[in-house]
């Protein structure tokens, strides 16, 4: 656990606000996955910069986010004050059952040293007729492969992988059941600009990358993106 603190109050001491995607990632994220009611309560575990928990306050939503590093701690105070920041782990949630209207965990889950334990811990914290809104990475990405280079992202030391099949059987096994349907995490093709460099064979490249993209199937896509509600 020490390590893993020291991990990641290096990595946003270090990258400061580029720790984390842009602001609009997550106004879309509301605007297209996540319908919400005013004056209703969210809890964002792992909520780093808390540009997330940002763009839930301007819905006028009652934020909470949880988060191991002090570094990110000390940005989404900064970006989102309004919210409620309690430092602590996934696997242990320091709130009452049936706390809260919205659950969500973007890219955490994972690195959590028991994601089963921190996904019935997600369970219990949320009200009945809660929503659940997860990202999960997948262990079946199509770059990773082609490109032959060691599964995961920068934080593999201590992330666990699983494709669609195990996911979807992960989150069933826990009480959850899917909303409308699974979505793939599209971030990294928005991130690459075809025009960006001179070169025509980069510029190449990048086309064909993002045309990938366009026809990639749900099963190799970066990150599988949920909505959940408790199994009825």
Known sequence: MVEKKEFYDNLYSKKGQGAMRPQW???NWFSHLLPVRTGQALLDIGCGTGLFLKAAASHGLKTTGLELSDSAIALARQNSPS??????????????DKSFDYVCCLGTLEHMADPGKGLSEI????????R???????????????????????????EELKKLSEWKAFFGQGGLEVVGRIRQDRYPSKEVKIFAA???????????????????????????????????
């Open 25 to 27: 990632v997550y106004d």
């Open 132 to 158: 659940f809104f997860i990202i999960v990475p997948n262990d079946n990405y199509l770059f990773w492969k082609l490109k032959k280079i060691k599964k995961g992202t920068a934080q593999r030391d201590f």
């Open 123 to 130: 369970v219990r914290v949320a009200k009945d007729d809660a």
């Open 198 to 232: 001179k070169n025509p064979y980069r510029m190449l490249r990048r086309a064909i990358y993002k045309l990938i993209w366009l026809f990639m199937p749900l099963q190799y896509t970066y990150q599988f993106v949920f909505v959940f509600r408790k199994k009825q």
């Open 83 to 96: 919210s409620t920041l309690v430092q602590g782990v996934g696997e242990h949630l320091p709130f009452d």
